[in-house]
């Protein structure tokens, strides 16, 4: 204990709700408080605690997280009908992810965990692949109506001094139906920044694609944002780093990833991106070895699971009875956290600790012993289901091995 891991900065610790809170305190008190001083700003963003706050304790998360520049979030409930009443709720309080996001303008960037026997349904993915999705405009904050027969539907633009442009969307003959959509200049520009440092961040080619030629003004802008910054601001970075960026049609984009192998990122424009992602992720094979990570265009980065509280499972763990349920995106949060923040400071042993304890479980699952979720998928021969606890003193086992070797 007398050598366990200094943190100068603290990490900004979001706990939250059901499932994924007892794992979280699991994986604190079995793989990181023995090794490490744990320097957290600890906020209870669990959904008693957000409503004894009136969801401030949310607000505080993210500003502190601006400030520290790393934070690491648990799953946590969302509230509906239902949650107003088993946690007998003053306000049905927004998502938290969704007020984060908004704070800190993020983007969000979703990858795989790849171990060996749980096998992509495409078998040339090899590495994994990374969506980031643009989180703000488009279908998201339209504006839409029906338009009867005989109407006239046209886009009015009033400028600033009064004057107007307008163009015919259509004169309907019969019933029909039409929308308006948006979005910003500055928040495409910080969409693509956000996507040229997580690139230069993991080394590793970016891919964007929209829909250009069909959409020659609005799909455009997004294609000429990037190229824009691209070669304005990170053009000799990406070239120092040996990677790649490179722009093409959201349906040669879609036939090329499938046929890729995997290792780069794909941006999408905010509808792209939330089909794409469900593809990817399903592709991959199971949300329970997803990692998410919202990057803000400052530089700021929240680190989570891509899955929620496991509501299921809980109430088998209140009850009593064992559970198995796989900790694993959870535990890369926690890891991409600690790796950030040592690389922020500067502090080697703590990112050193970060890659051997994801080490120790890919190995622990690619020998075989894995939660019921994982079982499920795996094509190991030799397979043996571990309860929640059990998953983690084993990748325990197998850390204290790892860090003993180092040592030799
Ligand atoms: P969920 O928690 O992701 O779980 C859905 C089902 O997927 C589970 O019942 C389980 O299936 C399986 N599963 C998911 N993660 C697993 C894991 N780590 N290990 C094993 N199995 C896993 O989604 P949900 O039930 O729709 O939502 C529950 C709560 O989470 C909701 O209150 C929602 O608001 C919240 N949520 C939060 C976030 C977030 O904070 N990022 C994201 C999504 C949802 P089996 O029961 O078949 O084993
Ligand atoms: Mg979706």
Redesign the pocket.
Known sequence: MADRIKMTTPLVEMD?DEMTRIIWKMIKDILLTPYIDLNTEYYDLGLEYRNETNDQVTFDSAEATKKYGVAVKC????PNAQRMTEYNLKEMWKSP?GTIRAILDGTVFRSPIIVKGINPYIPTWTKPITLARHAYGDIYRNTELTAPAGSKAELVITNADGTQTKQLIHEFKGDGIVQGVHNLDDSIGSFARACFNYALDVKQDLWFSTKDTISKIYDHRFKDVFADIYENEYKEKFEVAGIEYFYTLIDDAVARVVRSEGGFIWACKNYDGDVMSDMVATAFGS??MMTSVLVSPDGVYEY?AA???????YYKYLKGQSTS??SV?TLFAWTGALRKRGELDQNKELMDFADKLEQATIQTIEEGVM?G?LARLSTLETKQVVDTETFLLEINNRLKAILMNNKI
């Open positions: 939250g799953a946590t409930i969302t992810n949300l329970g989570e899955h929620g509280t496991v509501t299921a499972h349920t796989n995106a939660t979720d």
